[in-house]
């Protein structure tokens, strides 16, 4: 087990949360951007309107600032954070999928270079070499979200990987397909937003009203083909993810999903309204608001997708708290529970106190820090006035009248299905009631 990063009131998931909401706009964004601004060009070489090109400036310099320099700087912030919140399950991933990212890295080195090549040569080069550079960041870009779908979609069911480890066992599980088209859906969605934005700036009115209809369009066709397509993936969730949400094992599941619907019901009737209807609506300021919706829907769907995951940070395979949770004989991988509860948790660790004395009360307080914040912090925050599922006031709420109490609670841990099971022997768990119950009393 490596060090423990604690970041207090928020816990360390919900900074990757907040960064990874973030890097979904400029992603998605860079994603299906391309294939408007290629529509468009297309046009303007085809019915010969040089106007056009006004606009295709103004939306390929947007994609190379905000996605190639803060999107790449949020990127980099997600797996600076994930490496030092998660280091065991960012292994994990890396030794099953290294060739995956290898291959997806390829493509970005491709986007990377496309896109200015492109805006800087628009005007330059003759039209067809110019749209055939723009045809190569739009594939380029696509064929990236299919292989990082792939990894992502195998934390959330790992499929017959868990027999087989096999790599396309895992990469194309049971809700690749649905979390690949749900994903290329929205990205037109998001495109269309930016594209509407960029073109309530333009100078030329009929040209402004023309393209904020088209994207438009598009962003209408992206979010009536987003929606199916999550209906289906909704659908094709694993049996236990499914029981988190429809059991209300996790009731705040459904609100997540309910606050999802609602800020996408809102940037559709944008669309509608604003784009196709009334095209002068359209300007910075709706935009940035439509933006803020956006973001919190995204926000909310992805903290779904996160939710339904657990108890888990890799399906079957790893817990949120990063302890191996389940045998896997093809990837030669042991269950440590079993280990931990022999041997003890903190033998297992590089970090921990030289010595407990099970019958002084600050060696133990001192230990059981360490045996919680390592098996609980990923997903509790440890001070009362914490934000996410703050540890003293759900304990608090089961009344404990003493250590006991709370020892009793953590025999029951692998009861509950978002909850993986106390792991360590008995010296392990009497150490960690008294640190709990200790934070309870403060």
């Known amino acids: 087990m490596y060090p423990f990063w604690e970041v207090p009131i928020f816990t360390s998931g919900m900074v ?3 960064i990874a909401t973030f890097h979904i706009l400029p992603c998605h964004l860079a994603t299906g951007a391309f294939w408007f601004t290629v529509f468009v060009e297309r046009k303007a070489y085809k019915q010969n309107r040089p106007e056009l090109l006004e606009f295709i400036k103004k939306y390929s310099l947007l994609i190379l ?4 320099v803060i ?6 912030g997600i797996w600076y954070a994930a490496t030092v919140a998660s280091p065991r399950g960012i292994s994990g991933l890396i030794h099953n999928y290294v060739w995956g990212w290898a291959t997806e890295w390829v493509f970005f080195v491709i986007e990377i270079a496309s896109i200015y090549v492109y805006y800087y040569t628009l005007g330059k080069i003759d039209s067809k070499s110019h749209l055939m550079l723009g045809w190569v960041y739009a594939w380029a870009a696509w064929i990236s979200m299919i292989i990082i779908t792939g990894i992502l979609a195998f934390m959330l069911s790992s499929g017959k990987w868990v027999e087989t480890g096999g790599f396309f066992d895992g990469f194309f599980n049971e809700t690749y397909w649905p979390q690949l088209l749900t994903r290329t859906a929205f990205m037109f969605c998001i495109a269309g937003v930016y594209a509407a934005i960029v073109a309530s700036t333009l100078a030329n ?3 402004r009203k023309e393209l904020v209809r088209s994207a438009g369009l598009w962003g209408v066709a992206g979010m009536l083909a987003g929606v199916a397509f999550a209906g289906w993936y909704l659908y094709r969730l694993p049996a236990h993810a499914k029981g988190l949400w429809l059991d209300e094992s996790l009731p705040y599941l459904g609100h997540l999903l309910n606050a999802a619907a609602v800020a996408y019901a809102v940037v559709l009737i944008w669309f509608v309204v604003c784009c196709l209807i009334k095209p002068r609506l ?3 300021v709706s935009g940035i608001l ?9 926000g909310a769907g992805e903290g779904f997708r996160e939710g339904v995951r657990r108890p888990y940070i890799i399906d079957q395979y790893m817990y949120g708290n990063q302890i191996v949770a389940k045998d896997i004989p093809a990837k030669h991988v042991k269950a440590e529970i079993p280990r931990f509860n022999k041997d003890g948790f903190l033998a297992h660790l590089y970090f921990r106190p030289n010595k407990i004395d099970p019958k002084n009360r600050t060696d133990l307080l001192r230990a059981g820090s360490v045996v919680v914040h390592h098996e609980c912090g990923n997903c509790h925050a440890l001070d009362r006035f914490g934000k996410i599922r703050p540890l003293p006031v759900l304990l608090a709420n089961l009344s404990p009248e003493s250590p006991g109490d709370i020892q009793d609670f953590l025999d029951s841990l692998g009861d509950y299905p978002f909850m993986p099971p106390f792991a360590g022997n008995e010296l392990d768990k009497k150490a960690a009631s008294e640190y709990l119950f200790s934070i309870v009393r403060r």
Do not use: H, R, T
């Open 65 to 68: 600032i905000f996605c190639f």
């Open 71 to 76: 999107g790449s700087l949020s990127g980099v």
């Open 290 to 298: 439509i933006l803020v919706i956006l973001f919190l829907g995204i």
């Open 205 to 207: 009115k009929k040209i």
């Open 282 to 284: 359209v300007g910075p």
């Open 16 to 18: 990757i949360a907040l």
